[in-house]
């Protein structure tokens, strides 16, 4: 025996790099290309450093109400955490203690099977179908609980609400978790759905749409009853998560709802543009509705392009799994940005 045997380990979740170069033009963890409200910046620099002495809000009770407020939900449906990552490590802790496995893609957000595997928990891959679409009969099995993004990760590809809701519905004795990381880019949020089922969280992020992945906000939604045990749970893990910068910043982004839905419509035109100069190009792909995109070549590996566009400071996500090890995820950045990817694109193809 030694210490070694009790040791919890893991496989750990590999993060985008995140290089440090000058010339780099980032396009491979999804931030969004445009700086947060001038709201945020006034609040930074209001900041009242006295007020630090405080241990913060464990609530995180003002944010909460001001995200409550903007969605039309009681401050008890509302749970708030430092980055949806966060709050989603808590919800597989909180709510995925079932004997049965709990369900996910198999191509999608590579922390779910981290967490499944920290936390012990019984976990089985669906298979997208071959045009990498969520076939939702396929979640009519016995399971301990159901977890995807929508729209997708790595693929982009959105879920119309009809189909979230059969999920919902054909599981009533399952938690389904439905992280919408990307859903103000242009799909349609199952919020609408958490009055009508007590079995369902929504999870949304401040890191993509709302230009803050550097302050770390993430939140659930749902019906009271569910943030309650969620809250119970964090109360016992540490209480005092967000800082009180973090909650200050967090309301004056959620004030800011114009220059928020300006941004995210600007990515989506960024997007549409950048889906005919793919297209020009030769390259394949699914309509996306996140702010990035999945490509595939035809006649040249994702790998090579993947390096060619590194040698000219160009980074985007390669992912080396099966099924997906041909494509590339790249972020929306600027129009500007894209046009410099779509020269660096044009000569390595030439
Ligand atoms: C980016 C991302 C998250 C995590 O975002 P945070 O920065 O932790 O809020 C969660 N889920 C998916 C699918 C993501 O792409």
Redesign the pocket.
């Known amino acids: 025996m030694s210490w070694l045997d009790n040791v919890r380990t893991c496989e750990p979740y590999t993060p985008g790099e995140q290089p440090n170069d000058p010339q780099m033009l980032k396009l491979n963890?999804?931030e969004n290309p445009y700086p947060p409200s001038p709201m945020v910046e006034k609040a930074l620099k209001d900041m009242d450093c006295g007020r630090l002495r405080r241990y913060p809000d464990p609530t995180a009770g003002a944010l909460v109400h001001a995200l409550a407020m903007h969605y039309r939900l009681k401050d008890s449906q509302v749970f708030a955490g430092?980055?949806?990552?966060?709050?989603?490590a808590m919800i597989f802790l909180t709510f995925f203690n079932s004997d049965k496995p709990i369900l996910f893609p198999d191509i999608?957000?590579s922390?779910y099977d981290v967490w499944a595997g920290l936390f012990r928990i019984p976990y089985r891959c669906i298979p997208l179908d071959e045009d990498f679409h969520i076939n939702p009969a396929d979640y009519r099995i016995p399971n301990g609980g159901i977890i995807f993004?929508n729209p997708?990760?790595?693929t982009g590809a959105a879920l119309p609400i009809e189909v979230v809701e059969d999920i919902v519905e054909h599981n009533p004795d399952s938690l389904v978790v439905v992280?919408e990381?990307?859903v103000d880019f242009g799909a349609e949020s199952a919020l609408s759905l958490i009055d009508r089922f007590e079995n369902l969280l929504v999870?949304q992020?401040?890191?993509?749409s709302r230009s803050l992945?550097g302050m770390?906000?993430?939140y659930a939604m749902g019906n009271e009853k569910l943030i309650r045990c969620l809250n119970d749970v964090k109360y016992s893990f540490n209480s005092y998560t967000m800082n009180r910068p973090t909650i200050e910043i967090g309301c004056a982004a959620v004030a800011d709802d114009r220059y928020f839905l300006s941004c995210c419509q600007k990515i989506i035109k960024t997007r549409r543009r950048a889906e005919d100069r793919f297209r020009e190009l030769g390259f394949r792909f699914d309509a996306s509705l996140a702010n990035f995109m999945f490509v595939t070549h035809p006649e040249r590996s994702a790998k090579e392009l993947f390096d060619e566009l590194r040698k000219r400071h160009i980074y985007v996500r390669w992912f080396d799994k099966p099924r997906i090890s041909n494509y590339l995820r790249i972020t929306i950045g600027t129009d500007d940005e894209m046009n410099r990817l779509f020269r660096a694109l044009k000569e390595i193809l030439s």
């Open positions: 963890t999804n430092v980055g949806s990552d966060d709050v989603l999608t957000y922390f993004p997708n990760a790595p992280d990381a990307y999870v992020t401040f890191s993509k992945a770390r906000i993430g």
